[in-house]
């Protein structure tokens, strides 16, 4: 590289008394191509993380969000799948259904809480932590994320889900679901909790769809929204 800028250079030089300025600067604005530092390519990173959570909460914590999206829709408990079949075979489908529309709307309004908290953690990340990311599987982001923000995102998910449930009457359909087959003759009492379970289905649609985000941003060129992101993974396309 220094050996054909010093060739660029000198053949500039020696037509100076009648090149432009303007035209000096462009000449070597296509030959030198600079590489980033590593903290460039950390905010790169970072920018590249905030865009794919974002769109990831923003996503699921749209009306359906997680309801109308088969990969992510929340179902009875498994430990409540015996509830469920039970009641179905009553002929008592709105019961069920009403019980998992109104826990995977609960989930919905948990969702937008997750992204100030997954900025947080992007925010705070190291050079060394982007650098490993960038060069590392292909949802090394979405497991940093996961790893960094589970506990954080569990405690503040509880309460927002417990208080969601109600507002959107899960917690009363839950119950008369949960009554009513406890009632039946010969069956064992069963009332999972339907508020960790929720929270937890919650999570595991949310880092599902960061996962998705980050393979768009790694393999889509066009899904690279800032300027600062395409040069950090033009960076990544010509070194990994």
Same mark, same amino acid.
Do not use: H
């Given at each position: 590289?220094?050996?054909?800028?010093? #060739?660029?250079?000198? @053949?500039?030089? +020696?037509?100076? +008394?009648?090149?432009?300025?303007?035209?000096?600067?462009?000449?070597?604005?296509?030959? #030198?191509? =600079? $590489?980033? *530092? %590593?903290?460039?390519?950390?905010? @790169?990173?970072?920018?590249?993380?905030?865009?794919?959570? $974002?769109?990831?909460?923003?996503?699921? =914590?749209?009306?359906?969000?997680?309801?109308?999206?088969?990969?992510?829709? #929340?179902?009875?408990?498994?430990?409540?799948?015996?509830? %469920?079949?039970?009641?179905?075979?009553?002929?008592? /489908?709105?019961?069920?259904?009403?019980?998992?529309? +109104?826990? /995977?709307?609960?989930? &919905?309004?948990?969702?937008?809480?997750?992204?100030?908290?997954?900025?947080? =953690?992007?925010?705070?990340?190291?050079?060394?932590?982007?650098?490993?990311?960038?060069?590392?599987? /292909?949802?090394?982001?979405?497991?940093?994320? &996961?790893?960094?923000? *589970?506990?954080?995102?569990?405690?503040?998910? $509880?309460?927002?889900?417990?208080?969601?449930?109600? +507002?959107?009457?899960?917690?009363?359909?839950?119950?008369?679901?949960?009554?009513?087959?406890?009632?039946?003759?010969?069956?064992?009492?069963?009332?999972?909790?339907? $508020? @960790?379970?929720?929270?937890?289905?919650?999570?595991?649609?949310?880092?599902?769809?960061?996962?998705?985000?980050?393979?768009?941003?790694?393999?889509?060129?066009?899904?690279?929204?800032?300027?600062?992101?395409?040069?950090?993974?033009?960076?990544?396309?010509?070194?990994?």
């Amino acid at each position: 590289m220094k050996k054909i800028v010093f #060739i660029v250079l000198a @053949g500039i030089f +020696s037509v100076q +008394s009648t090149c432009d300025p303007q035209i000096m600067e462009d000449i070597l604005n296509q030959v #030198i191509v =600079s $590489t980033p *530092t %590593e903290g460039e390519v950390a905010n @790169g990173l970072k920018e590249a993380l905030v865009q794919g959570a $974002t769109n990831g909460s923003d996503v699921l =914590s749209k009306v359906n969000g997680y309801f109308g999206n088969p990969q992510v829709k #929340i179902p009875f408990p498994p430990e409540a799948q015996k509830i %469920e079949n039970t009641l179905r075979d009553l002929g008592l /489908n709105k019961m069920c259904d009403d019980v998992i529309l +109104s826990i /995977n709307q609960a989930a &919905e309004k948990a969702a937008i809480e997750a992204k100030p908290i997954l900025i947080n =953690s992007i925010r705070q990340m190291t050079v060394q932590d982007a650098m490993d990311i960038l060069f590392g599987a /292909n949802n090394a982001a979405t497991n940093y994320l &996961e790893k960094t923000t *589970t506990t954080q995102l569990t405690e503040k998910f $509880t309460p927002v889900i417990d208080n969601a449930l109600a +507002s959107v009457n899960a917690t009363k359909y839950w119950g008369d679901a949960v009554n009513y087959y406890n009632q039946i003759p010969l069956v064992q009492d069963l009332n999972p909790d339907l $508020t @960790g379970f929720v929270t937890q289905k919650a999570l595991e649609g949310l880092f599902l769809m960061i996962e998705q985000e980050e393979l768009k941003i790694r393999q889509d060129p066009g899904a690279r929204a800032a300027q600062i992101v395409k040069d950090v993974f033009a960076y990544y396309d010509a070194n990994k």
